[in-house]
Antibody
Framework: EVQLVESGGGLVQPGGSLRLSCTAS????????MYWVRQFPGKGLEHVAS????????YYVDSVRGRFTISRDNAKNSLYLEMTNLTPEDTAVFYC????????????WGQGTLVTVSS | DIQMTQSPSSLSASVGDRVTITCRAS??????LNWYQQKPGKAPKLLIS???NLQSGVPSRFSGSGSGTDFTLTISSLQPEDFATYYC????????FGQGTKVEIK
C-alpha cells in the first residue's frame, strides 16, 4: 500500500524558516517524480514544487522560487521542502504527492501538514 | 504556465442529476488534463487522468472529455457520495489547477 506521511509543519513567525519532510513507503520511491502541493485555508490547490527521479530537475511556482527548495533522499525514501523567509501568505496545508505511474498526474497524496505563518 | 478556469465555481444539484463541470485552458494544450475530487478534511483524490482515463475504482458514472482548450467532467447520475469539490489540473506546461467547483445538495 502506498503511503506518504508528511511532518514538520507548525507555527512559525513571518520571516522564519521551516523544513517539511515526507516519508514514502509501499513503492519504489526512486522511480517517481514527487511534488509538493499546498492548499490555502478554505481555498484551492497550488503546485509548489516538483522534483525528478534523481533530483536533477526541479520546478517551482513563481511565488516560492528563491525561498523554497525541494530535495529528496532516495536512500531514505524521503522528500523534503526547505522553506525560508516565510510570509502569512504561505499559510496552507502542504501535501506530499506522488506522480502517476504513467506520469503527468498526481496519483497518491499524503494527509497534509499545516504550516501557519503568524506573529 | 497554462492557466485553468473552471466553471461554475459552485452548483446545486439533486441525486440522480447529470452534472457537467467545464475547465478552460488559457492556451491550447495536449491531453494531460486531470480531474480530482476533494471532500472536506481530506486530500484530493485522482478521478480521471489524461482527459478521459478513469482511475481504478472510480465509478463509471464519472467521465471526462475534451481537447485543445476546453475540457469537461461529467457525472451521469449524481450520487450522495459525489457531493464534494472538484478540481481540474493540467500537466501540459507546468502544473496548475483550476479554482474548483463545489457540488452541493439542492
Amino acid at each position: 500500500e502506498v503511503q506518504l506521511v508528511e511532518s514538520g509543519g507548525g507555527l512559525v513567525q513571518p520571516g522564519g524558516s521551516l523544513r517539511l519532510s515526507c516519508t514514502a513507503s509501499g513503492f519504489t520511491f526512486s522511480t517517481y517524480w514527487m511534488y509538493w502541493v499546498r492548499q490555502f485555508p478554505g481555498k484551492g490547490l497550488e503546485h509548489v514544487a516538483s522534483l525528478s527521479l534523481d533530483g536533477s530537475d526541479k520546478y517551482y511556482v513563481d511565488s516560492v522560487r528563491g525561498r523554497f527548495t525541494i530535495s529528496r533522499d532516495n536512500a531514505k525514501n524521503s522528500l523534503y521542502l526547505e522553506m525560508t523567509n516565510l510570509t502569512p501568505e504561505d499559510t496552507a496545508v502542504f501535501y506530499c504527492v506522488r506522480d502517476l505511474t504513467s506520469g503527468y498526474a498526481l496519483e497518491y497524496w499524503g494527509q497534509g501538514t499545516l504550516v501557519t505563518v503568524s506573529s | 504556465d497554462i492557466q485553468m478556469t473552471q466553471s461554475p465555481s459552485s452548483l446545486s444539484a439533486s441525486v440522480g442529476d447529470r452534472v457537467t463541470i467545464t475547465c478552460r485552458a488559457s492556451q491550447s494544450m495536449n491531453s494531460h488534463l486531470n480531474w480530482y475530487q476533494q471532500k472536506p478534511g481530506k486530500a484530493p483524490k485522482l478521478l480521471i487522468s489524461g482527459t478521459s482515463n478513469l482511475q481504478s475504482g472510480v465509478p463509471s458514472r464519472f467521465s471526462g472529455s475534451g481537447s485543445g482548450t476546453d475540457f469537461t467532467l461529467t457525472i451521469s447520475s449524481l450520487q450522495p457520495e459525489d457531493f464534494a469539490t472538484y478540481y481540474c489540473q493540467q500537466s501540459s506546461s507546468g502544473v496548475t489547477f483550476g479554482q474548483g467547483t463545489k457540488v452541493e445538495i439542492k
